[in-house]
Structures are given as structure tokens and as C-alpha cells.
């Protein structure tokens, strides 16, 4: 017999739960992704309400996330949903998440899902949210956080890229990305990320005949080039960007340096740039990249499981967040080793490194709770999906990290600033002090 444990989510709505929220159907389908991959689509139809969510996919996944898919991929996910995982949950209450989140614990029986998909779940989870949401009529934040959100977070956008996002001669390092600073509202914001990601094409156009608008798979520009001069014209790009509209620009990285590290060697591994460097010159190397380049934003500066390295440079650093991907996969066991070891003082929030709404979100208070930024997370592999956009607001992440360009990163814009439209003069940008 399953045991059911209640526990506390986040609500403070008051709703009672009521018929209409009482699941009567699970339908799922095989859809793509912006990538091309085959991905999973779930749709949970309520006596009132209707919600469907889709799943994300990563390319350079942390090795401590969640299993994505059962062996066997989408088509087995989905046979797991027919066969084990609607009977169970046709009849409950959508309204109660913990316990549907709890109940597919329990069906998969493992610690990383890896026999029915952390994939699969998170796509349950979210779908079951939003048909709760639509059987009281409101919006998906809303009913994940009562009244109390209505700060907007800024948006953090991909640039140009490299990495495993990009491929050829492009920079090793994945991601350059920009964070418009004092922006002071959503849209203002999105803006300023789409006006500097014209300007670095403009600059890349201007340095380099080679450059022919080649994309990564977030839609940061791909040109090849040496990781300075690429921080150099971000710099620039974020300067003139800052002067025409009033506001801060400034540039972030993602190094994902998992990518580049060569355990064997003991050292960083830069293909592009022709160096190696071992964990205390990669150390020194971060250091020079954030005071020359004024960086606002290092993710994942060091392998892994390199808690100490990231401790070594959240010490050095002052008013630069230090954010974990790879290292805390959402996770809140290994969030609250890091925050033992004074590892990293910021976090990305990936619902599907860890499977369910619930997990993510105890994983986020945990964040906050010791003066972590949670920042909610994009994977490079996306649908249109928009309901990052809610989970940010509702977990109240100062930052959502989710692209600047392309349909599939859009989509989430979009949906901020139509829920910023609707907040009206209750809504307010996130407070993001350094
Ligand atoms: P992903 O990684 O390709 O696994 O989504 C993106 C990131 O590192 O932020
Ligand atoms: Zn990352």
C-alpha cells in the first residue's frame, strides 16, 4: 500500500477544493522539440479545467539530474502514463499537487525516476497544475502562489554561444549572456536584451567576413571566435545598448565548465583557445574575466562536483553572483552542501533536473532561505511551452534565464509581459541588489 504524505506547497488562495478539479482524463502525445528531438506532451482534462505541458531537454545535463525518459524514450514514457500512471491519478483532486507529485514518487520507487522519466513527470506535474489553475479560471502563478507574487524578474538572455550548444570553431565557453540591470519594467527589459543581441550581430558583421548569422541552439549567435574578443564585443554591444535607453547592461557568462573538464588531465580543456588550465589557474582565470569584463554573472565557473572551487571564488568575488547548474541540478540535498561550503550564491531552477513542481520549489525556499538567487531556467532544447514564465513569478526567482530570440524562447517573454499587462500597478520588477 502507497502512503501518502501531505506537505506544504506554497498556496495561501484560501480555495476550497471542490468537484471541479477532480481529474477525469490523461491524454499524452509524442511532439518535437526546438531541436528536432522527439519530446513528450502531457494533457490532464479536470471536470472544469484543461492543462497541457510539454518537456524541455537539456545537451549538456548535469550528471547528478534526474533520469529524462524510461529506457526505450518518449514511446515508453508515454506507455508508462497509459498503463501505471492515469489509473492511479484519473479521480484525484488537481487541486492537491504535493500529493499527486508524492504519488509519483512513489509509483517509480527509485531516487532519480529513472523507471518512469523525471521527463515524464515534470510534464505530469506542470500539466496538473495548470489544469487546476483552468478549472478555477487563473492564471498558473496565481494559483501556485495566492496573491502574494506579482514581482516581475529580469530577463537573462543568450547572446552568442559556443560549447555543446554551438559546435565548429565557436568560443568554448557556452553561453554570453546579458542582464539589463534598473530596466524598470518587464518589457522595457526584453527590449534592451533584443537590442543587444542585434548589436553584437551588427559588431560580428563588422570584424568578421567569416560571420554568416549562424545560430546556436538557444539562439545566441555562433560565430567563431576566441572567448576575450567575444566578451569584448558584448561589452561593447551592452555599453551603447545601456546609453540609448537609460539603463544597465551588463554581460554574464555560462561556462559550463563540465564541458571542458578532463579529469584524466586535471584541467580545463579551452579546444578553441589552444590552453589547458588546471583547477587554480581557472580559478585566477575567472577572476580576470569578472574584473576586466565587469562580469554580473558566472554559471557553473567549475566542474560538477567541484564545491570547493566554486567556494574558493564566491569568497573572492563581490557583487557578482556565483550560480550553480550542473552543480546543485535543483537539487536540494546538494544545494544544502553548497550552502555548507559557501559554494556559489546563486542557483538555476530546472523543473525537469529533478522531476516534479514540489521538488523544485522546497529546492527554491531552500535558495532563499540562505540568500541564494534562485534563477528559473530554459533548457537548450524547448517547445513553446510558456509556463517558465509562471514559475518564475510564482517561485519568486529574481532572474529568468531564457533566451533572447527564436519562437520557443519568445514564447516566455511574451508571457511575462502579458503577465506584467496584468498585474497592472501591482506589478513591480524583481529587487536585484549587488
Ligand atoms: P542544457 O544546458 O543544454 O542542459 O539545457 C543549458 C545550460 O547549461 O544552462
Ligand atoms: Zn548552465
Known amino acids: 500500500m502507497r502512503r501518502l504524505k501531505k506537505r506544504n506547497f506554497n498556496r495561501s488562495n ?40 510539454s518537456a524541455p531537454a537539456g545537451a ?81 502563478f496565481q494559483h501556485l502562489a495566492g496573491s502574494l507574487a506579482s514581482n516581475l524578474p529580469y530577463p537573462l ?26 530596466a524598470s519594467t518587464f518589457s522595457d527589459a526584453a527590449k534592451a536584451n533584443i537590442m543587444v543581441h542585434q548589436k553584437v550581430c551588427s559588431i560580428l558583421e563588422k570584424k568578421d567576413s567569416t560571420f554568416t548569422g549562424g545560430k546556436g541552439d538557444e539562439g545566441g549567435w555562433a560565430p567563431n571566435i576566441r572567448t576575450e574578443d567575444a566578451l569584448k564585443i558584448m561589452v561593447e554591444a551592452c555599453k551603447e545598448v545601456s546609453n ?52 554580473i554573472y558566472v554559471e557553473d565557473p567549475f566542474h560538477e562536483d567541484d564545491f570547493e572551487g566554486f567556494a574558493q571564488l564566491t569568497k573572492r568575488v563581490k557583487n557578482c553572483l556565483i550560480c550553480g547548474d550542473d552543480l546543485f541540478v535543483t537539487n536540494k540535498e546538494r544545494l544544502a552542501h553548497g550552502v555548507m561550503t559557501g559554494s556559489a550564491n546563486a542557483i538555476i531552477i530546472k523543473t525537469n533536473q529533478i522531476g516534479t513542481l514540489t521538488d523544485a520549489w522546497e529546492t527554491v525556499r531552500l535558495a532563499i ?11 537548450s532544447g524547448e517547445t513553446t511551452d510558456t509556463h517558465l514564465a509562471h514559475l518564475a513569478v510564482a517561485f519568486y526567482c529574481p ?36
Not at 533520469?67 to 484519473?90: C, N, Q, S, T
Not at 538572455?157 to 553561453?175: R, T
Not at 532561505?369 to 533548457?379: A, D, F, G, L, V
Request: with cysteine; charged share 25%.
Open 60 to 140: 549538456s545535463r548535469g550528471s547528478a539530474e534526474v533520469v529524462p525518459y524510461p529506457k526505450g524514450g518518449v514511446d515508453f514514457a508515454i506507455r508508462k502514463i497509459e498503463e501505471e500512471i492515469a489509473p492511479e491519478l484519473i479521480g484525484m483532486n488537481a487541486d492537491e499537487q504535493e500529493t499527486i507529485d508524492l504519488l509519483l514518487h512513489e509509483i517509480d520507487e527509485t531516487n532519480n525516476f529513472r523507471n518512469i522519466g523525471g521527463n515524464t513527470v515534470c510534464a505530469i506535474s506542470l500539466s496538473t497544475a495548470e489544469a487546476a489553475a483552468s478549472s478555477y479560471g487563473i492564471p498558473l
Open 244 to 295: 540609448e535607453l537609460d539603463l544597465e547592461c551588463r554581460v554574464g557568462v555560462d561556462i559550463a565548465a563540465s564541458t571542458l573538464w578532463n579529469s584524466k588531465e586535471n584541467s580545463y580543456v579551452y579546444a578553441s583557445d589552444g590552453v589547458n588550465m588546471n583547477p587554480e589557474e581557472q580559478l585566477d582565470y575567472m577572476l580576470h574575466l569578472i574584473e576586466k569584463y565587469h562580469l
Open 14 to 53: 484560501g480555495r476550497k477544493n471542490n468537484l471541479s478539479t477532480i481529474i477525469e482524463d490523461i491524454v499524452t502525445r509524442k511532439i518535437f522539440n526546438s531541436r528536432g528531438e522527439e519530446t513528450l506532451e502531457v494533457d490532464v482534462i479536470t471536470v472544469d479545467g484543461f492543462g497541457s505541458a
Open 157 to 182: 538572455g543568450n547572446v552568442l554561444g559556443g560549447g555543446e550548444h554551438a559546435g565548429g570553431k565557436a568560443s568554448d565557453i557556452q553561453e554570453f549572456l546579458v542582464l539589463p540591470l534598473n
Open 399 to 434: 532572474i529568468i534565464k531564457s533566451g533572447v530570440v527564436g519562437g520557443e524562447r519568445v514564447a516566455k517573454i511574451n508571457e511575462l509581459i502579458r503577465i506584467e499587462e496584468s498585474l497592472g500597478n501591482r506589478g513591480k520588477m524583481s529587487n536585484l541588489s549587488f
Open 369 to 379: 532561505k540562505n540568500h541564494y538567487t534562485p534563477i528559473m531556467s530554459h533548457r
